[in-house]
T-cell receptor
Framework: NAGVMQNPRHLVRRRGQEARLRCSPM?????VYWYRQLPEEGLKFMVY????????ESGMPKERFSAEFPKEGPSILRIQQVVRGDSAAYFC??????????FGPGTRLTVT | GQQLNQSPQSMFIQEGEDVSMNCTSS?????WLWYKQDPGEGPVLLIA?????ELTSNGRLTAQFGITRKDSFLNISASIPSDVGIYFC????????????FGAGTTVTVRA
């Protein structure tokens, strides 16, 4: 059973460009979560999605950030007009209903 | 999210020693989780705890869910070099199931 897949693993963007991060949950998992990790810190919750629904986006900045989990295909975290402060590791997790969250390997975003 | 205080921040240990780390919160949690993160990877779930007072083992790892529901500890017995990494506690609050709050991590380095 494949784990949570994320791509790309590393992404470099110039200031002002867009970043798209993809996450494919584990087979059978219908819940997806995105977290951000700054260097030497714990993970911070951003958004929780189910298929075609955003359940809770309270941890996601209101400007420039958006997330989706379409009926078909991976979940996407999109960051528009990136700034240096967006540089971080972004992790996706998935779970079945009401169960433990399993994390992907992360996407390391560097904004130059 | 809730603030979790994890200690110690880092530790150097001799191979074969036992290791102990803990996590405290000002709020109660429904679930405590312990993850290990290797450099460049995502967190891997080690142990999940669901009931106050619960003591759970996974190989050389033992974790407990505190009676007050505001703390948890993780023990590693007879440490080996592959125990190197960053250990994170995470809690799921009682009022919503999905939003994990993470501690800042305990970095473990083993001296051979």
């Amino acid at each position: 059973n494949a784990g949570v897949m994320q791509n790309p693993r590393h992404l470099v963007r110039r200031r002002g460009q867009e970043a798209r991060l993809r996450c494919s949950p584990m087979k059978g998992h219908s819940h997806v979560y995105w977290y951000r990790q700054l260097p030497e810190e714990g993970l911070k919750f951003m958004v929780y999605l189910q298929k075609e629904n955003i359940i809770d986006e309270s941890g996601m900045p209101k400007e420039r950030f958006s997330a989706e989990f379409p009926k078909e295909g991976p979940s996407i975290l999109r960051i528009q007009q990136v700034v240096r402060g967006d540089s971080a590791a972004y992790f996706c997790a998935s779970s079945p209903v009401g169960s433990e969250q399993y994390f992907g390997p992360g996407t390391r975003l560097t904004v130059t | 999210g809730q603030q979790l205080n994890q200690s110690p921040q880092s530790m150097f240990i001799q191979e074969g020693e036992d290791v102990s780390m803990n996590c405290t919160s000002s709020s109660i949690f429904n679930t405590w989780l312990w993850y290990k993160q290797d450099p460049g990877e995502g967190p891997v779930l080690l142990i999940a705890l669901y009931k106050a007072g619960e003591l759970t083992s996974n190989g050389r790892l033992t974790a407990q869910f505190g009676i007050t529901r505001k703390d948890s500890f993780l023990n590693i017995s007879a440490s080996i070099p592959s125990d190197v990494g960053i250990y994170f506690c995470a809690g799921q609050p009682a009022y919503n199931d999905y939003k994990l709050s993470f501690g800042a991590g305990t970095t473990v380095t083993v001296r051979a």
